[in-house]
């Protein structure tokens, strides 16, 4: 079986449509986030701000 290296994947908060690479990912909790406002889970409902995207929480 051969050995896959995933370099970029989705973020990880449910309403985020961004893909961020693992090596610049935040991680939190072991999963991996674009922004440290889709690890915190939008406390305070502000979005990660990135084009295209409208996730707050």
Known sequence: MASV???????ACPDCVCVVSVAK???HE????????CAKGHPDHDGCNHAGCSCHG
């Open 25 to 27: 990912a935040v991680q």
């Open 30 to 37: 072991g999963k991996a986030f674009c922004c440290d406002e």
């Open 5 to 11: 290296d995933v370099e970029m994947v989705k973020c």
